[in-house]
């Protein structure tokens, strides 16, 4: 069955520092992956995706993802968090037919001072 | 321009009514989909309809009736509210098999 596992339910950073999320996916076929940002009270943000090609993608507000698929996992990064990113962050796996979108449960990142 | 718009933003209402949702899309895609977001922030699709026609269609109670007029507008409408309906319901549009985007959500709360 399709699934994806975001392991961090809660992450806190200080401004400035790095950041990595986690995202592990189990998918039958070559996956189409994403991740999305949701701001408080806002609708979801895509932020970057990895269709095929290299599997480091770059998206906006400087975050980037790698794809490895022998760990099936599809980690986001960015180099300094502002604390703006404060955000609740949303890791995705689509592709077949339909392009349905199964999401992970997110993880929220506060971010301090 | 807003790409993906649902309206209303909010919207409160009692146990047992009829309500609908609309959602337009300006962005020339071709499919368009409804989720719905619970209280734990978890996503889950509904429907999706491509060129009008229903594609996928989830595990959802037969209260929830999605309709695609064009290519540009899927509406959904709910009957016979219930409390566990309460939450939040995202409209999104795609070409086919590609990046879905996003509109702002729907807020319902059903009392």
């Known amino acids: 069955a399709q699934s994806v596992t975001q392991p961090d339910i809660h992450i806190t950073v200080s401004e400035g520092a790095s950041l990595e999320l986690r995202c592990n996916y189990s998918?039958?076929?070559?996956?189409?992956l994403f991740w999305y940002v949701q701001s408080p009270g806002q609708g979801l943000q895509l932020l970057l995706k990895?269709?095929?090609?290299?599997?480091l993608v770059q998206g906006i507000k400087g975050f980037e993802a790698e794809f490895k698929r022998s760990q099936s996992s599809f980690n986001l990064r960015k180099p300094s968090v502002h604390w703006s990113d404060a955000a609740e962050y949303f890791c995705?796996?689509?592709?077949?037919?339909?392009?349905?979108?199964?999401f992970g449960a997110g993880t929220r990142l506060a971010v301090h001072p | 321009d807003t790409a993906v718009s649902q309206t209303p933003k909010y919207l409160v209402t009692q146990m047992g009514n009829d309500k609908s949702i609309k959602c337009e899309q300006n962005?020339?895609?071709?499919?368009m989909y409804w989720y719905k977001q619970d209280s734990k922030k978890f996503l889950k699709i509904m429907f999706s309809?491509?060129?009008?026609?229903?594609?996928i269609n989830e595990t959802v109670p037969n209260r929830f009736s999605p309709k695609s007029p064009d290519k540009a507008h899927l509406n959904l409408h709910i009957n016979s509210l219930e409390l566990g309906d309460s939450a939040v319901y995202f409209c999104?549009?795609?070409?086919?098999?590609?990046?879905?985007?996003f509109g702002p959500g729907t807020r319902l709360l059903v009392l």
């Open positions: 999104a549009s795609s070409r086919y098999q590609e990046t879905q985007y």
């Open positions: 998918y039958g076929a070559t996956p189409y």
């Open positions: 990895y269709f095929s090609g290299d599997t």
């Open positions: 995705a796996v689509g592709g077949g037919g339909y392009n349905k979108l199964i």
């Open positions: 962005l020339g895609h071709d499919t």
């Open positions: 309809y491509n060129n009008k026609e229903l594609i």
